[in-house]
């Protein structure tokens, strides 16, 4: 069996694709170091993101003593914030890279368009649905849960962190958010390929192939909301407000920028910003394998992980053979 890159793809990273070295052996110590380096320094999104909840915070969000009592003013200008978030990290992403073929074909991992026009999609085409679920139902149900969160904090019903008291854990919560998602992310993606939970919730996501910016939240209400109650743990581990901001933002943003359909953006004829992952892109394509990402190994435990070659990819077929005719 090869371990050669998997046909019928435009751009395949280096492959095979591994989890994260805290996950293999030997441990490699150089190797975890750099796993930590790379996630976070020097242009990542997590650090950006980290940028943009500290802006939101000090510059767009509503005081504590606010959000205390529920109110349309500072509700509304909550949504409005993510609503331009979003707009902006999607949007931006899909006139740069779709509209206007900045980067051409260059680290794009299906050589096929998105598709214009289709009976499956809302309102009767690809782009126009993912933008309709992301704005209409994403971005609502994650102001949603950010104004239950900050009333929470507000009301002393949430557990509330400050750097004062506790500035290792201040720093350390922003490392671990990322780990929970990962988690997290896993076995609600497990549960939505229930068939029954597939057909009437998870299909709409998965009406997305080949995948671009706007289809990262192009979900479901349900799914919105059980994709993003990831933050409901902040009712038992305490958090700033900052973290909440921080959470969803990365949930949620993240989703867009996973979902590009590039590897990365080209600057100088280097990639300069991580984008789109592969692993996931192959979930689209293939269906019933990596289910959550590489920062932890569940799809390895779980016999579902694509490495991105072609024996892996037998394994895949077989594998789907098996819960076929099982």
């Not at 019928?8 to 293999?24: A, E, I, Q």
């Not at 975890?32 to 999104?45: G, P």
Request: net charge positive; glycine share 6%.
């Amino acid at each position: 069996m090869s371990d050669a890159p998997l046909k019928g793809w435009n751009h395949v990273p280096d492959v095979p694709l591994k989890v994260s070295p805290f996950f293999r052996w030997p441990l490699r110590p150089l190797e975890m170091v750099a796993w930590v380096w790379n996630s976070w320094f020097l242009i990542t999104e997590r650090l950006i993101l980290v940028g943009v909840a500290f802006a939101s915070f000090y510059w767009f969000q509503p005081p504590l003593e606010e959000t205390r009592t529920l109110a349309f003013g500072w509700v509304a200008e909550m949504y409005v914030r993510n609503l331009v978030l979003m707009t902006a990290v999607a949007g931006g992403l899909h006139l740069y890279f779709y509209t206007f073929t900045k980067q051409g074909q260059r680290l794009k991992y299906d050589p096929r368009p998105l598709m214009k026009n289709g009976r499956q999609f809302t309102l009767g085409g690809q782009i126009r649905d993912n933008i309709f679920w992301t704005l209409a139902s994403g971005v609502t149900i994650w102001t949603a849960y950010e104004v239950l969160m900050f009333w929470a904090l507000a009301n002393g019903y949430a557990p509330m962190l400050t750097w004062a008291a506790h500035p290792g854990w201040f720093v350390a919560l922003f490392v671990l958010i990322p780990i929970w998602e990962s988690f997290y992310f896993y076995w609600i993606h497990r549960f939505l390929h229930i068939p029954f939970f597939y057909k009437h919730v998870h299909a709409l996501h998965h009406r997305n192939i080949n995948v671009g910016p706007w289809s990262g939240l192009s979900m479901h209400p349900v799914e919105h909301v059980i994709f993003l109650g990831s933050v409901l743990i902040h009712w038992i581990v305490a958090a700033h407000p900052v973290h909440i901001l921080y959470h969803l933002q990365y949930y949620a943003l993240t989703a867009a920028t996973t979902h590009t359909g590039f590897e990365g953006l080209v600057v100088k004829d280097q990639n300069r910003l991580r984008l789109g992952t592969f692993h996931h892109q192959m979930h689209h394509r293939y269906f019933e394998c990596n289910y959550g990402s590489l920062e932890l190994p569940w799809d390895k435990f779980f016999g579902s992980f694509h490495d991105g070659t072609e024996a892996s990819n037998d394994r895949i077929k077989e594998r789907r053979k098996r819960m076929t005719n099982g």
